[in-house]
């Protein structure tokens, strides 16, 4: 029988979440954790269960730039985190950031309610390398 989700369990998540996206970034390169701290990281899972190790920059100069070292990132995220199949980088377009910073708080929940809200981020989604390690004694 499984347990109830409670508080701790959140809270469990939640620090655990917390320290993995904190060792990613502990990870990198100093130019790197620079841009990534100033970026919303998540993993999210596709309907087919694709899980996607997200990162959210806050605007289209950044993105570039963390897309320019997706190389080094996406060896990151699979030696840190081996469930995971893709990582997306991505932004909100300057347009749609307006809307949703001149929204209020029910507004911006309302779009994040509907069904098609991505249509409001723009990136690229990149396959990360599988590495198999075998140990053998």
Same mark, same amino acid.
């Given at each position: 029988?499984?347990?109830?989700?409670?508080?701790?369990?959140?809270?469990?998540?939640?620090?655990?979440? +917390?320290?993995?996206?904190?060792?990613?970034? +502990?990870?990198?390169?100093? +130019?790197?954790?620079?841009?990534?701290?100033?970026?919303?990281?998540?993993?999210?899972?596709?309907?087919?269960?694709?899980?996607?190790?997200?990162?959210?920059?806050?605007?289209?100069?950044?993105?570039?730039?963390?897309?320019?070292?997706?190389?080094?990132?996406?060896?990151?995220?699979?030696?840190?985190?081996?469930?995971?199949?893709?990582?997306?980088?991505?932004?909100?377009?300057?347009?749609?950031?307006?809307?949703?910073?001149?929204?209020?708080?029910?507004?911006?929940?309302?779009?994040?309610?509907?069904?098609?809200?991505?249509?409001?981020?723009?990136?690229?989604?990149?396959? +990360?390398?599988?590495?198999?390690?075998?140990?053998?004694?």
């Amino acid at each position: 029988m499984l347990s109830q989700p409670n508080f701790s369990d959140k809270s469990l998540i939640k620090s655990f979440y +917390n320290a993995l996206f904190n060792c990613f970034c +502990n990870s990198l390169e100093i +130019n790197n954790q620079e841009l990534v701290n100033q970026c919303y990281l998540g993993i999210v899972s596709s309907p087919n269960q694709i899980k996607t190790f997200c990162i959210v920059a806050p605007n289209i100069n950044i993105a570039e730039k963390l897309a320019d070292q997706v190389d080094i990132i996406l060896q990151k995220v699979a030696n840190l985190m081996p469930g995971i199949e893709q990582t997306a980088i991505c932004f909100v377009p300057p347009q749609q950031q307006n809307i949703i910073s001149n929204s209020t708080l029910e507004t911006i929940n309302t779009l994040h309610n509907q069904k098609f809200f991505p249509k409001f981020m723009m990136g690229k989604i990149f396959v +990360n390398p599988f590495e198999f390690e075998t140990l053998i004694e």
